[in-house]
């Protein structure tokens, strides 16, 4: 199923399926940097440059596992959310039916403050739905920029590879993983990030759609 046609809440359930790898990845990558640092050190001199680069990228790994702990608790809060939110529009809407039948009775004034009740309950949970989404696009897009600086870095360090002589096939080695590494977060948050976008736009949509069955 594609991500523009599943619905909203396997959208922003399945932003929790990436977080695992997205970790496992994130600390393959720290061990990774320690490895290039254990090399760097034997190298001496001829690797001095290599050390300042594997302490950035590692720092940056280490940040990426907190960001990535943040976007657990959010997701995991936000499919309860979810949860809480289809349950509220589903009672919202259930009670807008029997007002209308019960359109011109005795006992349309009993309606109202439940009416009232529910639909504030439905805008409520609505409201958190974008406000923790929104948490969650910042959260990832951080972790993106995090990515493209490592690429940058991973380059660096590629240059400084060569001035290690007999060490650099194997530092070369480890900027190549490391570079591997920066590509899979990144292409597992930009899958998040499309399925987030379109559990957003499907929420809003149901909004619109609820309002005009109002009308």
């Given at each position: 199923?594609?991500?523009?046609?599943?619905?909203?809440?396997?959208?922003?359930?399945?932003?929790?399926?990436?977080?695992?790898?997205?970790?496992?990845?994130?600390?393959?990558?720290?061990?990774?940097?320690?490895?290039?640092?254990?090399?760097?050190?034997?190298?001496?001199?001829?690797?001095?440059?290599?050390?300042?680069?594997?302490?950035?990228?590692?720092?940056?790994?280490?940040?990426?596992?907190?960001?990535?702990?943040?976007?657990?608790?959010?997701?995991?809060?936000?499919?309860?959310?979810?949860?809480?939110?289809?349950?509220?529009?589903?009672?919202?809407?259930?009670?807008?039916?029997?007002?209308?039948l019960a359109e011109g009775s005795?006992?349309?004034?009993?309606?109202?403050?439940?009416?009232?009740?529910?639909?504030?309950?439905?805008?409520?949970?609505?409201?958190?739905?974008?406000?923790?989404?929104?948490?969650?696009?910042?959260?990832?897009?951080?972790?993106?920029?995090?990515?493209?600086?490592?690429?940058?870095?991973?380059?660096?360090?590629?240059?400084?590879?060569?001035?290690?002589?007999?060490?650099?096939?194997?530092?070369?080695?480890?900027?190549n993983d490391i570079e591997n590494?920066?590509?899979?977060?990144?292409?597992?948050?930009?899958?998040?990030?499309?399925?987030l976008e379109n559990a957003l736009?499907?929420?809003?949509?149901?909004?619109?759609?609820?309002?005009?069955?109002?009308?």
């Amino acid at each position: 199923m594609s991500a523009q046609m599943e619905p909203a809440f396997v959208s922003s359930a399945s932003v929790a399926a990436q977080l695992d790898v997205i970790l496992e990845v994130a600390k393959e990558m720290s061990i990774s940097v320690k490895n290039a640092k254990a090399i760097a050190n034997r190298a001496g001199v001829k690797a001095r440059g290599f050390s300042p680069i594997t302490d950035f990228i590692n720092e940056m790994s280490l940040e990426t596992m907190r960001i990535v702990s943040l976007i657990n608790k959010e997701s995991i809060f936000l499919s309860q959310v979810a949860i809480e939110e289809i349950r509220a529009r589903e009672a919202a809407n259930h009670f807008m039916r029997a007002l209308k039948l019960a359109e011109g009775s005795e006992y349309l004034d009993s309606f109202k403050d439940k009416i009232t009740e529910v639909q504030e309950k439905k805008t409520q949970k609505h409201d958190e739905l974008i406000k923790y989404a929104r948490i969650l696009k910042d959260l990832m897009e951080e972790i993106a920029k995090h990515m493209a600086v490592a690429n940058v870095i991973v380059s660096n360090s590629r240059i400084e590879a060569v001035s290690a002589d007999e060490f650099r096939t194997n530092l070369e080695d480890i900027a190549n993983d490391i570079e591997n590494a920066c590509d899979v977060i990144r292409k597992r948050v930009h899958h998040s990030q499309v399925r987030l976008e379109n559990a957003l736009t499907q929420w809003k949509r149901q909004v619109c759609d609820e309002d005009s069955n109002y009308l």
